[in-house]
């Protein structure tokens, strides 16, 4: 398994800015993943970042409003961008399991927007 | 399109109960099957997962079978501990290696 840490662990930003989050992994690793996991509800993936290339963005999610960088292999960035209350959640970076399809997650970013 | 779906929870149980959250999938072909566990103020844990058909998953006394004819994987612990109090998500992976999350059922053990 992978020991990943995200900065910050918590925020609490003000309507119309933005948060850049932070990920960081132990160890090189292919993929990585943002997610998204609103109060009381279950995890959303917001999009898949593979070093060198474009992140690929789900359904619902676009690069204006969640920028994503992945300089390397052990690190990333997610950015909130314009943030409204709506994006109060938690957010997730994990990484994928070296030849398994298991993912290991971060502790996550408790972001509250007032 | 592939999902999961899991009981609803909130589940109580007296500690040393015996424990069942239900989760049924579709998927097409042969997706690999999690549990994942989150504790108050953590992050998800791996708790335990399943490859293929009839495999058996087993953690901290948690169990699940991978049953392929009832798309089934049930989460089953013999004695429940109030540690075990926490947040657990069925998933599953798709041929993308993309997790995909049941809605999760919060679990209280009473001492």
């Known amino acids: 398994s992978a020991v990943i840490s995200q900065k910050p662990s918590r925020d609490i930003c003000q309507r119309g800015t933005s948060l850049t989050i932070q990920c960081q992994v132990d160890?090189?690793?292919?993929?990585m993943f943002w997610y998204r996991q609103q109060p009381g509800q279950s995890l959303t993936l917001i999009a898949t970042a593979n070093q060198g290339s474009e992140a690929t963005y789900e359904s619902g999610f676009v690069i204006d409003k969640f920028p994503i960088s992945r300089p390397n292999l052990t690190f990333s960035t997610l950015t909130v961008s314009n943030m409204s209350p709506e994006d109060s959640s938690i957010y997730l970076c994990s990484v994928d399991g070296q030849r398994t399809d298991t993912q290991y997650f971060g502790p996550g970013t408790r972001l509250t927007v007032l | 399109g592939n999902s999961v779906t899991q009981m609803e929870g909130p589940v109580t149980l007296s500690e040393e109960a015996f424990l069942t959250i239900n989760c049924t999938y579709t998927a097409t072909g042969y997706p690999s099957l999690f549990w994942y566990v989150q504790y108050p103020g953590e992050g998800l844990q791996l708790l335990l997962k399943a490859t293929k058909a009839d495999d058996k998953g087993s953690n901290k006394g948690f169990e699940a079978t991978y049953r392929k004819e009832t798309t089934s994987f049930h989460l089953e612990k013999g004695s429940v501990q109030v540690s075990d109090s926490a947040v657990y998500f069925c998933a599953l992976s798709d041929k993308e290696d993309k997790i995909i999350f049941g809605k999760g059922t919060r679990l209280h053990i009473l001492p």
């Open positions: 160890s090189q690793v292919t993929m």
